[in-house]
């Protein structure tokens, strides 16, 4: 069962900075390397191409272009931030965390600190976020990013096609009128290896016989995934538009995790939501977990798909389990 908060924060988001990274990689391109075609990519999954890192750029890199990018279209310095949270899967090392990182490179010394609830980690860091800026009035920077293709390996077909890497970032400040929330959040580690980079971490550290059998990659059983992720998105969806006391035609935008076109339309219809009011990004950036959120968010913007006033569903999934989804008003001048 999830965590439902009926709560409405006070916040709104007052800056929103996107980055992608330069080089496009098209699913022509991994056919020629890969046992794959841009047919069967495109009808099992909406995708047509994806961003990928440059070999000197890590998660914190895209991670400080997207968070420059929403702070100054705030009019917020990186030193009047009360936090930083950088949902994150990828960090750029096991130790430290990401987000310190990324508050220097911002030029700042206030609290940082990573969320990581993989592919819902933006949904988690939005309600951790909007309580520390209605606690404390400061602003704060959430961010997701995510460079997925450096722990796919690109020899397995099955997961290379899907990823993508990019960062996504909102400024979230105290404004009596705005409302954020009601969030649903859940979680369910009874399967982890469903989805998971099984070697690295505490339970089985690398060696060389971890990095001869690939256990440092990402794997996933498809096929359990994509059932879950329909169940689990739309049922925590329909959780907030109740404790939110809205009903499903109240939703002006619906910004789901881009994981699948299938996916997405499978939960945007069974939740009974048009398709016009539905935010599709996965054809141009794949799955970038932790960002695809905030990155499809911007992508709304830069569209003229969002005005002032509108109300958004956000829904993510991911590994963990996790799960997450809440409302969002829109003030517009983001
Ligand atoms: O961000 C977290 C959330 N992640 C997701 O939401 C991903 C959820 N899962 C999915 O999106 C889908 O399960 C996939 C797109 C990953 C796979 O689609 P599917 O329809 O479930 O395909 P499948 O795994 O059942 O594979 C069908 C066939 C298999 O061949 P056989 O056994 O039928 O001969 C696969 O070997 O397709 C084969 N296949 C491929 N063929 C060409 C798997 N990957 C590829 C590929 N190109 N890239």
Request: aromatic share 4%.
């Amino acid at each position: 069962m999830s965590t439902t908060n009926a709560a409405t924060l006070p916040v709104a988001v007052t800056g929103l900075g996107a980055y992608l990274p330069e080089r496009v990689v098209t699913n022509d391109d991994l056919a020629r390397v890969l046992d794959t075609s841009d047919e069967w990519i495109r009808t099992r999954t909406g995708i047509r191409e994806r961003r990928v890192v440059a070999a000197d750029q890590a998660t914190s890199d895209l991670a400080i272009e997207a968070g420059r990018r929403a702070l100054r279209q705030a009019g917020v310095a990186a030193t009047d931030l009360g936090a930083i949270l950088v949902a994150t899967t990828t960090p750029d090392h096991t130790v430290p965390g990401t987000a310190p990182l990324v508050a220097a490179g911002l030029g700042a010394e206030v609290a940082a600190f990573d969320v990581n609830a993989a592919c819902s980690g933006f949904v988690y860091g939005l309600q951790i976020g909007g309580s520390l800026v209605a606690t404390s009035g400061e602003p704060v920077l959430v961010v997701g990013a995510e460079a997925l293709t450096r722990i796919v390996d690109p020899g397995d077909r099955s997961v290379a096609i899907l990823f993508g890497d990019g960062a996504g970032a909102v400024v979230l400040e105290p404004d009596v009128d705005a409302r954020l929330g009601p969030f649903d959040l859940g979680t369910d580690g009874r399967d982890p290896s469903m989805l998971w980079t099984r070697a690295g971490g505490t339970r089985e550290p690398a060696s060389e016989a971890v990095l001869a059998d690939g256990g440092h990659y990402l794997t996933m059983r498809g096929g359990d995934v994509y059932r879950n992720a329909v169940a689990r998105m739309t049922a925590s969806s329909q959780r907030v538009i109740e404790a939110g006391g809205i009903k499903v035609g109240d939703v002006d935008l619906f910004v789901g995790h881009q994981a699948n076109l299938r996916i997405l339309e499978a939960v945007r219809s069974r939740l009974g939501i048009a398709e016009d009011h539905c935010h599709i990004t996965v054809d141009r950036h794949g799955n970038t977990s932790a960002a695809s959120v905030p990155l499809a968010l911007a992508d709304a913007r830069d569209a003229g798909v969002l005005h002032g006033g509108a109300t958004i569903l956000l829904t993510a999934f991911g590994a963990g389990l996790t799960w997450g989804s809440c409302l969002l008003t829109w003030r517009g001048d983001a």
